[in-house]
């Protein structure tokens, strides 16, 4: 046992000895060997420390002579050269001098900011898109960190340096929220009044100046003034709609575009096995659809607040709201690619490429869209407690 202790002690000193020698500078140069040309003798001389070059190699009565490196010229390491290396004297593209240039250093350049290090040249830093955040800014050397905004963030800018950003909370505020912030836009609020949507662009218009807009026969105004005493402001928008359509349902000029939405209109009320989807239904179609996706408690608001044939289009409201640079017919085309390889049920696929032919297919919807989806966009119409029955 004794003897067994000796010998591990031994090693413990012998490993402690070594690695005070690796991280310490030496005290005793390093050597390198020399054949002297007037003895022939194969000598063992003194290398230079960094910083210096050899003047004169040792004899065998003289050691290693060495000499400081001139300006602009550098020697990192112990070495037995009579030169010293010359200084970098010019960066690359998009560098800056990081440490100039002394007898011990080369010159460092690193990217200059909003610019990275890939193999050797210096790239922007990655910019992180609506909905995204940076959580990690970049470096000379490391790309910018992007991360989804999580439940009650926002980032509605295209940015390489903005995190996302807290909701505004409303109630805290001691507003009403009107619209709920999404992944790509904040909460917005309006003050405690009686009528919630009286901030909204299409309640806020007169109804009258709508009427003279519209072309063909206007309502009459005993109707209008009905149609506001009886309806919310944001429904005397659409009954308003309705009202016209039906008092130009013989104008030769307007009978196309009132044909294609009631054509439309039907079609989509046929789709009947959209009428039975369930939430499962719901977020699988939501997972299905490109770019940001629209958050599960708006689908569960939808399920819970609107009636069964409103859900499928009220989804891809909301889903489009959050992704305006998408077409609609193109979003539901990938999603029925993305359904299709995941084995969805054909009933949602049926329905799906029903609602996509019709949008796609039908150009007098598209003149009915043009003419009044501008005014029915905003999204709050379809975030009021109480849903819209039509």
């Known amino acids: 046992m004794t003897l067994m202790l000796c010998l591990t002690l031994l090693v ?5 000895a070594s690695l005070s020698w690796a991280f310490q500078q030496p005290d005793v140069p390093p050597k390198y060997q020399y054949h002297d040309p007037v003895t022939s003798d194969v000598l063992m001389c003194d290398q230079c420390p960094p910083g210096k ?39 690359k593209e998009r560098q800056l001098v990081k440490q100039q240039c002394n007898s011990t250093h080369d010159q460092l350049c690193e990217c200059a900011p909003g610019f990275h290090l890939v193999v050797e040249f210096c790239i922007t830093h990655s910019s992180c898109p609506p909905g995204h955040g940076m ?77 003279e807009s519209l072309p063909g026969r206007r309502v009459d105004r005993k109707s209008l003034e009905r149609l506001k005493k009886s309806c919310s402001p944001q429904q005397q928008v659409l009954q308003l709609l309705r009202l016209w359509r039906e008092q130009n349902k013989d104008q030769d000029k307007l009978y196309g575009i009132i044909q294609g ?8 009320s046929r789709c009947n096995s959209l009428k039975n989807l369930t939430l499962d239904d719901l977020l699988i179609v939501t997972n299905s659809l490109p770019g940001v996706k629209v958050r599960q408690e708006d689908v569960r608001a939808v399920v819970s607040t609107c009636l069964p044939r409103q859900h499928i289009l009220q989804l891809l409201h909301l889903w489009k709201a959050a992704n305006y640079d998408w077409d609609l017919v193109k979003g539901l085309s990938h999603s029925l690619r993305v359904l299709r390889s995941r084995e969805a049920p054909r009933y949602l ?10 949008i796609g297919a039908t150009s007098v919807h598209k003149m009915y869209e043009k003419m009044f989806v501008s005014m029915l966009q905003d999204e709050s119409c379809f975030k009021a407690v109480k849903p819209l029955n039509e």
């Open 12 to 16: 413990l000193q012998l490993i402690t």
């Open 349 to 358: 696929l049926r329905g799906l490429k029903k609602i996509s032919r019709i």
């Open 135 to 211: 959580t990690a800014a970049g470096t000379p050397v490391s790309d910018t960190v992007c991360k989804h905004c999580p439940a009650g963030y926002f980032s509605a800018s295209d940015s390489s340096t903005e995190a996302c950003q807290p909701h505004r909370n409303c109630s805290n505020l001691g507003l009403k929220t009107l619209r709920w912030g999404t992944s790509t836009s904040d909460s917005v609020c309006a003050t405690q009044d009686k009528t919630s949507l009286s901030s909204l662009r299409l309640s806020s218009v007169p109804l009258e100046r709508l009427l």
């Open 261 to 268: 939405v009631n054509h439309c209109e039907r079609k989509v």
């Open 53 to 91: 070059a050899v003047k004169r190699h040792c004899t065998a009565d003289t050691p290693t002579e060495c000499e400081d490196c001139p300006e602009k010229h550098f020697a990192e390491n112990w070495h037995w050269g009579d030169t010293c290396q010359y200084c970098t004297s010019v960066c």
